[in-house]
C-alpha cells in the first residue's frame, strides 16, 4: 500500500498527463534531461516544491521518476491528495477526441501500460485510472484514458 504526506494518504488512483511537448522537443537528449527541463518548469517558472509529476514516459518507452510515490504531487488541482501522476513526453496540440497513437509512440503505449500495472501491484485492492480531461477542461494527456485502457495493448 501507498501512503502520500504526512497524513499518509492512500493511493488509488493514477492520473494520466503529456507534457504537451512537440515530438522534436530535445530530440537528442536523454530522458533525465526532459525530467530536469520540466521540473525547472515547475520548480522556477511555477515555484512549486519538485516536479509535480510522479513518473515521468518518453518517446521511446524510458521511464524515470519525478517527485517520489510517498509524496502528494501537483498535476490536477484538487485532486492530487491520494492519486499518482504519469506524463508522457509529447502530446503538443492534442485533442481530448485523438487516439493515443495520433500523438504517441507503440513504446509509450506499452510502458505505461506496463506502468499502470506495476504501481496497480503496489495499491493494491482497486485503483482508479483516468486523464486530467476528466477533471479540468484541457486536452491533457490528449485521448480518453478509459477508452484507451480498455482497448488493449497495441
Ligand atoms: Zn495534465
Same mark, same amino acid.
Given at each position: 500500500?501507498?501512503?502520500? #504526506?504526512r497524513?499518509?494518504?492512500?493511493?488509488?488512483?493514477?492520473?494520466?498527463?503529456?507534457?504537451?511537448?512537440?515530438?522534436?522537443?530535445?530530440?537528442?537528449?536523454?530522458?533525465?534531461?526532459? +525530467?530536469?527541463?520540466?521540473?525547472?518548469?515547475? &520548480?522556477?517558472?511555477?515555484?512549486?516544491?519538485?516536479?509535480?509529476?510522479?513518473?515521468?514516459?518518453?518517446?521511446?518507452?524510458?521511464?524515470?521518476? #519525478?517527485?517520489?510515490?510517498?509524496?502528494?504531487?501537483?498535476?490536477?488541482?484538487?485532486?492530487?491528495?491520494?492519486?499518482?501522476? +504519469?506524463?508522457?513526453?509529447g502530446?503538443?496540440?492534442?485533442?481530448?477526441r485523438?487516439?493515443?497513437?495520433?500523438?504517441?509512440?507503440?513504446?509509450?503505449?506499452?510502458?505505461?501500460?506496463?506502468?499502470?500495472?506495476?504501481?496497480? #501491484?503496489?495499491?493494491g485492492?482497486?485503483?482508479?485510472?483516468?486523464?486530467?480531461?476528466?477533471?479540468?477542461?484541457?486536452?491533457?494527456?490528449?485521448?480518453? &484514458?478509459?477508452t484507451?485502457?480498455?482497448? #488493449?495493448?497495441?
Open positions: 500500500m501507498i501512503y502520500q #504526506g497524513a499518509r494518504h492512500p493511493v488509488r488512483e493514477v492520473i494520466v498527463h503529456c507534457s504537451a511537448t512537440r515530438p522534436s522537443w530535445f530530440h537528442d537528449r536523454p530522458l533525465a534531461d526532459k +525530467v530536469a527541463e520540466i521540473r525547472r518548469w515547475h &520548480v522556477q517558472d511555477r515555484g512549486w516544491r519538485d516536479i509535480g509529476y510522479h513518473w515521468i514516459i518518453d518517446r521511446d518507452g524510458a521511464v524515470m521518476a #519525478g517527485r517520489s510515490e510517498t509524496e502528494i504531487g501537483a498535476h490536477v488541482a484538487g485532486h492530487n491528495a491520494g492519486t499518482i501522476g +504519469v506524463s508522457l513526453i502530446g503538443h496540440g492534442s485533442g481530448v485523438d487516439a493515443f497513437a495520433d500523438n504517441f509512440t507503440p513504446a509509450q503505449d506499452a510502458a505505461l501500460r506496463r506502468l499502470i500495472e506495476a504501481i496497480k #501491484g503496489r495499491v485492492g482497486s485503483m482508479a485510472l483516468s486523464g486530467h480531461n476528466q477533471y479540468a477542461p484541457k486536452a491533457c494527456p490528449g485521448f480518453t &484514458v478509459g484507451w485502457y480498455a482497448g #488493449g495493448a497495441a
